[in-house]
């Protein structure tokens, strides 16, 4: 057999191999709704082969909107739904089966930032802050920190709905607000043009479900394993990002389109050394704070039920296994 048949034969064999072993693989859609760091755990885990390795061949889809992504899982045309857990959370109040899964980042991960001349928190009153949508994380974070300092979110200033965190900058930039709460990489970039960071809005101590993983009971029930496969995928890649730098900037730099190493290397820091969790379990004060927001107009928000909104169960048999330890020490 001549030298290059042969080779022709091992390529064709070895492409067949990968086409089999590409074939065994669960193919499942996640969608995720922020395009900024706090996506970078899915993005890594699809980009570095970590859902491959699990036996996932993971279908990223980008929805704009927690609530309009949420309702593709309910309806079955994705499997599971990275963002704000109170997708989850507030579907569930409305009669679907919906729970969160995990929570990589169980805090406020924005900061309020305000223009120079604001120096103080008393210096707020009187002016215009952006939020992204009344309810959200950056809303619901905002009129936190403005009851600590004494001032009613209601009258003391006027809250705005902005639509996004590239537009509460603009907006700053245009002075039609004062201030707004955006997180990384629209933060870094605001304190490259001069903004001031009046709080880091993690401090607060809120525990709230800012990325969670979504997905409904109906799933579970018929790909139990799938979605074991998929949380400890996830795990993974976290770990993964903690201790791989240079790739982890690389594909947050694909994703948020941001060449700027100064805006990557900040973005990379606060969420790796801030944020980002290693055992992200879903803990009821996380439901607690979404359901304490909509009580006051939905009673059914007023139940103390809070684990019903989560299945730990599945965390907790992947934490038994060791699988969280092997990572650990590696």
């Known amino acids: 057999m001549k030298p290059k048949s042969l080779f022709t034969m091992i390529l064709v064999c070895a492409l067949t191999v990968t086409t089999s072993a590409l074939a065994q693989l669960k193919p499942i859609k996640v969608t995720y709704s922020a395009m900024s760091a706090a996506s970078l755990v899915t993005w890594v885990a699809k980009e570095a082969g970590v859902f491959q390795k699990h036996g996932l061949d993971v279908g990223l889809v980008y929805i704009a909107g927690g609530s309009m992504a949420m309702a593709t899982t309910i309806a079955g045309d994705t499997q599971i739904t990275q963002g704000v857990g109170s997708g989850a959370i507030l579907a569930k109040l409305s009669g679907a089966d919906t729970v969160m899964l995990a929570s990589i980042l169980d805090t406020t991960n924005q900061s309020l930032m305000v223009v120079p001349e604001v120096r103080t928190a008393q210096d707020l009153r009187g002016k215009r802050l952006g939020v992204t949508r009344y309810g959200s994380l950056s809303d619901m974070g905002t009129r936190r920190y403005l009851q600590t300092v004494g001032l009613d979110p209601d009258k003391d200033v006027r809250i705005l709905q902005i639509g996004g965190l590239p537009e509460i900058l603009a907006a700053m930039q245009g002075g039609s607000i004062q201030g707004g709460a955006i997180s990384s990489p629209t933060l870094t970039r605001a304190k490259m043009l001069g903004y001031r960071e009046l709080i880091?809005?993690?401090?607060?101590?809120?525990?709230?479900?800012?990325?969670?993983?979504?997905?409904?009971?109906?799933?579970?029930?018929?790909?139990?394993?799938?979605?074991?496969?998929?949380?400890?995928?996830?795990?993974?890649?976290?770990?993964?990002?903690?201790?791989?730098?240079?790739?982890?900037?690389?594909?947050?730099?694909?994703?948020?389109?941001?060449?700027?190493?100064?805006?990557?290397?900040?973005?990379?820091?606060?969420?790796?050394?801030?944020?980002?969790?290693?055992?992200?379990?879903?803990?009821?004060?996380?439901?607690?704070?979404?359901?304490?927001?909509?009580?006051?107009?939905?009673?059914?928000?007023?139940?103390?039920?809070?684990?019903?909104?989560?299945?730990?169960?599945?965390?907790?048999?992947?934490?038994?296994?060791?699988?969280?330890?092997?990572?650990?020490?590696?």
């Open 200 to 330: 880091d809005l993690g401090t607060l101590g809120i525990k709230y479900p800012a990325t969670s993983f979504m997905t409904t009971e109906a799933y579970i029930k018929s790909n139990r394993s799938t979605v074991i496969g998929f949380l400890k995928a996830i795990i993974e890649a976290a770990h993964f990002v903690k201790a791989n730098k240079e790739v982890t900037i690389n594909v947050l730099r694909k994703y948020t389109k941001t060449n700027e190493m100064p805006i990557l290397e900040d973005t990379y820091q606060i969420y790796v050394q801030r944020y980002i969790r290693l055992n992200p379990v879903s803990s009821p004060e996380e439901v607690k704070t979404i359901l304490d927001q909509v009580k006051d107009k939905d009673p059914r928000a007023r139940t103390t039920d809070y684990d019903s909104f989560i299945r730990g169960d599945l965390l907790r048999e992947i934490e038994q296994s060791g699988f969280i330890k092997t990572l650990t020490k590696g």
